[in-house]
């Protein structure tokens, strides 16, 4: 990350996005994570704005151009720390992109607010939670990450949302559908995250859901179950709990 924030604080903005373009290892399954963690870093508000604003036409998914466009989504998380808040509306609209990378750059860009001030994040998590699918899967992706997490306080408030935004699926009609999937998929390792993270607190809330006769709640409850981290955390009450839902 050091020597790619070199390089581009050395070609300057006008010779950014080339250098962005020709090492993004897009088309690829994995864009450069470094590079984009430097350039946020390193770009103008300007730049990263501009990038944010590229649509599927012109970046679509899997090219050069979708990883600029991933960049300037997760960047934002920077402008708004540093005061643009109102970049928050445009980070609410790219959660539901139909390009995979660019919800990912949101939940970046959510983490990036969650660390400089936890309470803003779950404000805005909240406001998501009952909002699209598109949206609750970037509440639950923006908060499912362990070093955010380590306050009692703010673990709580955190199952709330996952909480709420679990019981918005139980019963529903829109299982077929692409946020429906990306939300469960999001939910499906989100829990073990907080779980794993804060176990006094976060066992006994999954183990309600472990109870729930939802077919989609169930799916999802087992696939946080086969997680890692959770046999890491407590093998015995993982055992149990697959028991239990099986």
Do not use: C
Request: aromatic fraction near 4%.
């Amino acid at each position: 990350m050091e020597e790619y924030a070199r390089r581009l604080r050395d070609v300057g903005p006008s010779g950014r996005e080339a250098l962005l373009r020709a090492e993004s290892r897009l088309p690829g399954p994995r864009g450069n994570l470094e590079l984009l963690a430097a350039v946020v870093e390193v770009a103008g508000d300007d730049e990263l704005r501009h990038w944010a604003s590229l649509g599927a036409a012109d970046a679509p998914g899997n090219t050069p151009g979708e990883f600029l466009a991933t960049v300037g989504a997760a960047g934002l998380g920077r402008l708004v720390v540093d005061g643009a808040t109102g970049e928050l509306d445009t980070l609410r609209r790219l959660a539901g992109d139909p390009r995979w990378r660019i919800r990912e750059g949101v939940a970046m860009a959510l983490q990036r607010i969650g660390s400089a001030d936890m309470d803003a994040l779950l404000v805005i998590a909240r406001g998501w939670a009952t909002g699209s699918r598109y949206e609750q899967r970037a509440a639950v992706a923006g908060l499912a990450e362990p070093v955010l997490l380590g306050d009692q306080g703010v673990m709580s408030d955190a199952l709330d949302v996952f909480d709420a935004i679990t019981a918005s699926i139980v019963g529903a009609e829109d299982t077929r559908t692409g946020g429906f999937v990306a939300l469960a998929k999001a939910l499906g390792y989100g829990w073990s995250v907080l779980v794993a993270a804060g176990p006094d607190i976060g066992k006994p809330r999954m183990e309600r859901w472990l109870a729930s006769g939802d077919a989609s709640v169930r799916r999802i409850m087992g696939e946080n179950l086969s997680k890692a981290r959770l046999e890491r955390m407590d093998a015995d009450w993982t055992a149990r709990s697959r028991a239990r839902l099986a």
